[in-house]
């Protein structure tokens, strides 16, 4: 009943800003399903996921057992429980779980799943950086990095989330983010020499970002009108003030001042959190973006 009277003053609006049964399809609409209202847990729940992901991922080839256990803990804690606040009544939502084959949303759940038994047990393990372990870990890793997106990417009907780019994006951004994350935390921990040697890799991904942001944005473009049309909502529409401020201040300008600052190893823990923070916000501000910019192609 609730659901039925959202719906009637959807169509039939008092004001007269009411959506006409025929608009949609013979229009562009945005969607509202994913970022809106409690769209906003996964939002939030994918971020949170991926960069947890890829924390646990870069940790694998540094044989860093810290950032093992925090990724971990991140992705299951923070992306599992904001998850759970999205998928509303848990005694209906677990069905979900059941179709595997046909559902991008239930295989992420089962990948998560063993993600949470076998990094548990790679954890409690003597020997927890075998090449086994390190193989299947890390392709879970990129897996759930890449779920949340991949999830928004079968949707053909909203270019803006089907794009080529998308997935690559969305695996560059969970490797960088957790990167800096360990990074920051190797520093904290006084290892100077390690954390030296880290910014080279913080360069090739950084710059690696900012090139899928880039092509992500132009494939968009070029893609068609309904992709052309997402693209001036996020530069010159309601949304332009979060694109330039959050993705290309925060999340493109500081991180590349700070990198070109510690450029050739020159590393400095204070510069290193303030980039962190500075992508954390900047990714976040992608992210929303991206969805909150999709627009419907009409069926006329």
């Known amino acids: 009943m609730k659901q039925r009277n959202e719906l009637e003053k959807i169509m039939f609006h008092p004001t007269g800003s009411d959506l006409k049964p025929y608009e ?3 229009q562009p609409t945005r969607q509202q399903e994913w970022i809106d209202d409690k769209g906003i847990f996964l939002w939030l729940a994918f971020f949170f996921s991926e960069i947890g992901a890829g924390l646990y991922f870069v940790s694998l080839f540094y044989e860093y057992k810290t950032g093992l256990i925090l990724g971990w803990l991140i992705t299951l804690i923070l992306g599992g429980v904001i998850h759970v606040l999205y998928l509303g009544n848990p005694l209906r939502a677990w069905r979900m779980i ?3 084959n046909t559902s991008e949303l239930s295989r992420g759940i089962w990948i998560i799943g063993i993600f949470a038994a ?3 047990l790679q954890m409690v393990t003597a020997d927890s950086f075998n090449i086994v372990f390190n193989t299947i870990m890390g392709i879970l890793c990129l897996l759930i990095i ?3 997106f991949a999830t928004m ?3 053909r009907a909203l270019p803006a ?3 080529t780019m998308v997935l690559p ?3 560059i951004s969970g490797v960088w983010i957790g990167h800096q994350i360990m990074q920051f935390m190797v520093a904290v921990s006084g290892s100077a020499a390690l954390t030296s040697g880290m910014e080279v890799w913080a360069e090739v991904f950084f710059f690696a970002y900012f090139l899928c942001i880039l092509l992500y944005a132009w494939g968009t473009w070029h893609s068609n009108e309904i992709g052309k049309e997402s693209i001036k909502i996020q530069l010159s529409g309601d949304l332009s003030k979060i694109s330039l401020i959050g993705v290309g201040g925060l999340g493109i300008v500081l991180p590349l001042i700070f990198t070109l600052i510690m450029w050739g190893g020159n590393t400095n823990g204070a510069l290193i959190f303030l980039r962190l923070a500075s992508i954390f916000a900047g990714d976040l501000a992608l992210r929303y973006v991206i969805m909150k910019s999709a627009v419907y192609r009409p069926l006329i």
Do not use: R
């Open 118 to 120: 076998l990094g548990f």
């Open 146 to 148: 890449s779920h949340g």
């Open 98 to 100: 059941m179709k595997p």
């Open 153 to 155: 990417n079968v949707i």
């Open 169 to 171: 994006l969305s695996v």
């Open 161 to 163: 989330w089907s794009s």
């Open 24 to 26: 949609w399809m013979m």
